[in-house]
């Protein structure tokens, strides 16, 4: 599997946006971009996915750069509740298996 | 919207003993997974299931470990004789071949004495 590599921890003030980053350097042409999260005591969430193009949902916005060796995970507005590890994965989608990094534990500061 | 559910949310048993970890993936999905998560480390693959076999199956899942699909709703992880380091949280998961993530169960602790 491809490796993708996210700073531990990163905090941010209440209602404030928060960008994640993640580095896949060795990225293949086919691997889609996958972030997850998981709130504490609950099982990982699907946040966003996205291949080349950026990608918004209800949850996030997924920024990718040109020559995809690199991606950014976009909360707009920092809530509480989006205290979590969130986890940047490479993979083909569907139905593949997701393996799971360490991630980057977010603290939102009130 | 549909949600993948586990019971029991949590275990005791002691070491030893056979423990069987129940699912209810959500219902159209065909595609099923066991995750683990030991406290403090990071969620790991333990086996995925479609068409009634196991397509996958990491290191983690030895011969101790077997998973069935006993009925057309649920999908059971049963460990033989559980050891001190089975202690985690286990996870499972489901999805179809439509869908492009996996959607996740809220998790059974299981904890072994």
């Known amino acids: 599997d491809a490796k993708t590599t996210q700073p531990n921890s990163m905090e941010s003030n209440e209602e404030e946006p928060v960008h994640l980053p993640c580095n896949h350097s060795t990225i293949s042409g086919t691997d889609y971009i996958h972030w997850y999260r998981q709130l504490p005591s609950q099982g990982p969430e699907y946040v966003i996915h996205?291949?080349?193009s950026n990608v918004n949902n209800r949850m996030a916005s997924l920024a990718i750069a040109e020559d995809r060796k690199s991606s950014t995970l976009i909360l707009h507005r920092a809530t509480l509740r989006d205290a979590a590890v969130y986890y940047c994965?490479?993979?083909?989608?569907?139905?593949?298996?997701?393996?799971f990094g360490i991630g980057t534990k977010l603290q939102v500061i009130p | 919207e549909p949600e993948v559910t586990q019971t029991p949310s949590h275990q005791v048993t002691q070491m030893g003993q056979e423990v069987i970890l129940r699912c209810v993936p959500i219902?159209?999905?065909?595609?099923f997974y066991w995750y683990r998560q030991i406290l403090g480390q990071k969620v790991e693959f333990l086996v995925s299931?479609?068409?009634?076999?196991?397509?996958?199956k990491s290191e983690i899942f030895d011969d101790q470990f077997s998973v069935e699909r006993p009925d057309g709703s649920n999908f059971t992880l049963k460990i033989r004789s559980t050891k001190l380091e089975d202690s985690a949280m286990y996870f499972c998961?489901?999805?179809?071949?439509?869908?492009?993530?996996?959607?996740f169960g809220s998790g059974t602790q299981l904890s072994v004495l």
């Open positions: 219902s159209n999905h065909l595609y």
């Open positions: 996205g291949l080349t």
């Open positions: 994965i490479l993979g083909s989608g569907g139905y593949q298996k997701v393996t």
């Open positions: 299931f479609y068409n009634n076999e196991i397509s996958e």
């Open positions: 998961a489901s999805t179809d071949t439509t869908n492009e993530k996996l959607f």
